[in-house]
């Protein structure tokens, strides 16, 4: 079992950052890929970024967030984090942090989730 927690989420104003944290705990994650979504009210779950846990340089971006959004992980800490810049009131959602074997991007295809931390973009 993988067990994630989210947190970081908070009220911000356009062109702000926020930087989201996920705490992994349970199974050994060197098989596996973890990974950003978001979901607003009413809509799907979309991925936002995810990497391979024991990767370096293959992170994958969404298009919304590609060079706003920063994905990076602490091996030590067993963490991964979100730096997000530039928010937009479009970026309002919840986000969830995912651990999954196949990268994919639908969210249906990962096994783990936290559960999410409320980022809300406003001026």
């Known amino acids: 079992q993988v067990q994630l927690v989210e947190s970081g989420g908070g009220l911000v104003q356009p062109g702000d950052s926020l930087r989201l944290s996920c705490a992994i705990t349970?199974?050994?994650?060197?098989?596996?890929?973890m990974g950003w979504f978001r979901q607003a009210p009413g809509k799907e779950r979309d991925l936002v970024a995810a990497?391979?846990?024991?990767?370096?340089?293959?992170?994958v971006y969404a298009d919304f967030v590609k060079c706003r959004f920063v994905m990076s992980r602490d091996f030590v800490k067993r963490e991964v984090y979100l730096q997000m810049n530039k928010l937009q009131i479009e970026d309002t959602a919840v986000y969830f942090c995912?651990?999954?074997?196949?990268?994919?991007?639908?969210?249906?295809?990962?096994?783990?989730w936290g559960q999410g931390t409320q980022v809300t973009v406003s001026s």
């Open positions: 349970g199974r050994s994650l060197s098989t596996y890929h």
């Open positions: 995912g651990a999954e074997q196949t990268l994919a991007d639908k969210s249906s295809a990962w096994r783990y």
């Open positions: 990497f391979p846990w024991t990767g370096i340089t293959s992170t």
